[in-house]
């Protein structure tokens, strides 16, 4: 094959978020907003070029040059490092690439876009060589996104690989959850663009300061959880609605909240949202809006659009990685 083609979606988590990455569960979908890579064989051996609307580089191995782009470097070198094992293992060691990134999901506010971005960019590398293995493509997504922040969960890899809206854990995978309603669910975005590593290691931080208190709150968090599981099998959309209030009470008390979030949370809220919270690593980033039908859901977006920020309604996504 002289080119390939592999998408994957982004996410939102619904519950969970933080507390993952200590091995407590989570409750995430993919949604519908994608990033699309396009991986073509050249004739520069060794080399890989690196396009996306953001930034573009050029490596071979031992030269990382950056041809444009703000932050290029963070956003460019795991996906050369996956790009890279990915010829390894198909013993292409001397192979060289042009990798062409295509994206319709707000990054850096915690959408998922750079696990989005690894997973699409194994998946058409491996393609191009081969044969692209899901299970495969998610485990070295999961191993390059170690770059970005060393204590990675895999839930965002996860769901963006499989797709739908699932139940994870690091120590127990995932299972898909089957929601009996139809859920209306809306994205505010705080435009504040924030870095998982560094809030990651925030909430570390607080938890060797008081281990007590935050054994304390993974256990709401673990509660939240598989209450909210209850809530989506029963079709209860006004519990799951509190039950995101009370997630969000316990992101507050992790620190990763942020003045501009909670704007929009109230303003959700205000809108008629059943609930509201963070969704991702927080410190600006998004924030997701429960609503009780379409035209709340309409209504909600419109009134934090009001407010100069942006905002969308979103579908889960059954797919997740496509290739082709
Ligand atoms: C980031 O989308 C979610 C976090 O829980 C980190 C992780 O799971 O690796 C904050």
């Known amino acids: 094959v002289a080119k390939a083609r592999a998408a994957a ?20 979908a993919s949604i519908n907003r994608r990033i699309t890579v396009t991986a073509k064989k050249s004739r520069d051996g060794g080399k890989v070029k690196i396009k996306s609307d953001i930034a573009s580089g050029e490596f071979d191995g031992s030269t990382f040059r950056l041809i444009e782009g703000a932050n290029a470097r963070a956003t460019l070198e795991p996906l050369y490092y996956a790009a890279r094992q990915a010829l390894d293992d198909k013993k292409q060691q001397k192979g060289g690439l042009e ?16 696990a989005a971005a690894l997973v699409a960019t194994i998946a058409a590398v491996e393609s191009l060589l081969g044969r692209a293995d899901k299970k495969k493509v998610c485990e070295s997504a999961i191993e390059a996104e170690k770059i970005i922040h060393k204590n990675s969960s895999g839930a965002d890899c996860f769901v963006s690989t499989f797709g739908g809206m699932m139940h994870y854990s690091k120590g127990g995978g995932f299972k898909k959850v089957e929601a009996k309603t139809k859920l209306f669910l809306v994205i505010g975005d705080t435009g504040i663009k924030h870095n998982t590593g560094d809030l990651v290691s925030s909430v570390r931080k607080l938890k060797e300061a008081n281990q007590m208190a935050f054994s304390g709150l993974m256990s709401q968090s673990r509660d939240i959880c598989n209450q909210a599981l209850a809530a989506l099998n029963s079709g209860n959309t006004e519990h799951l609605g509190m039950l995101m209030n009370e997630n969000q009470l316990l992101l507050e008390r992790l620190g990763v909240s942020h003045e501009k979030a909670d704007d929009l949370i109230d303003v959700a809220r205000r809108a008629g949202a059943l609930g509201a919270k963070i969704t991702g690593a927080g410190g600006g980033g998004a924030i997701i809006a429960l609503a009780a039908s379409k035209e709340d859901s309409e209504r909600i977006a419109s009134a934090i659009k009001e407010t100069g920020q942006g905002a969308f309604e979103v579908e889960i996504d059954t797919k997740g990685l496509v290739l082709g």
């Open 99 to 114: 990798i062409e990134i295509k994206s319709d999901i707000p990054y850096g506010v915690g959408l998922g876009s750079s």
């Open 9 to 28: 979606p982004a996410k939102i988590i619904l519950f969970g978020e933080h507390f993952v990455v200590y091995g407590n569960p989570a409750i995430l």
